[in-house]
């Protein structure tokens, strides 16, 4: 089965930095777009960042000049690479992609697992 597997997170103080990694699996030829989601308990799922398959970005306002979303076809990965982390981006990290398998039709939406930042001192 195609899946998304994202890892890099964990405890950082504020100010600090990761970068997520999301990794696609199984029979495909290439993710199209991607984004990254994030979701902190009790509330909704948002954007963070998008890009498209030629590299196009876009990003929430509240990471704006501090994320930075990035790909690499060749490995059929997606990074998020975050700088001055604020304690507000405590969050459940999730990877979302559009995935061209090497048979049948494109899927679309596909959700990785997640992976945990926390930001505290």
């Known amino acids: 089965q195609v899946q998304l597997v994202e890892s890099g997170g964990g405890l950082v103080q504020p100010g600090g930095s990761l970068r997520l990694s999301c990794a696609a699996s199984?029979?495909?030829?290439?993710?199209?777009?991607a984004g990254w989601f994030r979701q902190a308990p009790g509330k909704q799922r948002e954007l963070v960042a998008a890009i498209t398959s030629i590299g196009s970005t876009n990003y929430a306002d509240s990471v704006k000049g501090r994320f930075t979303i990035s790909r690499d076809n060749a490995k059929n990965t997606v990074y998020l690479r975050m700088n001055n982390l604020e304690p507000e981006d405590t969050a459940v990290y999730y990877c979302?992609?559009?995935?061209?398998?090497?048979?049948?039709?494109?899927?679309?939406?596909?959700w990785g697992q997640g992976t945990q930042v926390t930001v505290s001192s």
């Open positions: 979302n992609a559009d995935i061209v398998p090497s048979r049948g039709l494109m899927i679309t939406g596909l």
């Open positions: 199984g029979s495909i030829l290439s993710i199209n777009a």
